[in-house]
């Protein structure tokens, strides 16, 4: 299954039907763009203030490249009230929550809010995070935050919100447009 971009209302309606601590893994994903396996595996420490602004650092368990994900006050003061050790604790061998669980999860979160869970999935929150932060900053940064090495890879996130949404409701909006036939024109590039 190919996971999708998840529309503002339907994550809305997910995140009413969460607790705080079923979402909280969920809203981490939100914030940074981190990849599943990077969110499951956070520790306490991984979350601290640098030059006095709160942020998570990592290593990408994909690319094994070193990554700082800033992050809003709010969030950071949720994640150093956990217990040490990792953010999300599991009981399998790993001591953390399986990607699985987390699936089962947005599995759960869907039923629960009455959605179709088709295309839905842990990995859908990255490219909700990215289209966020494509609006606000722009291409650049989304292949920075993402750790991308290619820019056809970050277009597929970045514009997930308008090139993989063939159930949209809303009118394109020009700027979409342009953006939709960049795409393809890379694409059709080869890039």
């Not at 039907?17 to 990849?35: I, K, N, Q, S």
């Not at 998570?56 to 490249?65: D, S, W």
């Not at 399998?92 to 809010?113: E, F, M, N, Y």
């Not at 609006?135 to 750790?147: I, N, T, Y």
């Amino acid at each position: 299954m190919r996971s999708r971009y998840i529309k503002k209302n339907e994550l809305r309606s997910m995140r009413t039907t969460a607790d705080a601590d079923t979402w909280l893994p969920f809203r981490v994903m939100l914030e940074t763009g981190l990849r599943v396996g990077d969110v499951v595996a956070l520790r306490r420490e991984d979350i601290h203030r640098r030059d006095g602004e709160p942020v998570i650092e990592f290593r990408a368990q994909k690319t094994g490249k070193k990554g700082t994900a800033p992050i809003s006050e709010q969030l950071f003061v949720t994640l150093r009230r956990r217990p040490s050790g990792f953010l999300f604790p599991g009981s399998g061998k790993s001591g953390h929550i399986t990607r699985q669980a987390l699936w089962a999860r947005v599995k759960r979160l869907c039923a629960d809010a009455g959605l179709d869970p088709e295309g839905k999935s842990p990995h859908s929150f990255r490219k909700d995070f990215a289209v966020d932060l494509m609006h606000a900053q722009g291409l650049a940064a989304v292949r920075e935050a993402l750790q991308h090495a290619d820019d056809a890879v970050t277009r597929v996130y970045a514009y997930s919100d308008t090139i993989l949404q063939s159930d949209s409701d809303e009118p394109i909006r020009w700027r979409d447009l342009e953006l939709v036939v960049d795409y393809i024109l890379q694409r059709v590039r080869g890039g």
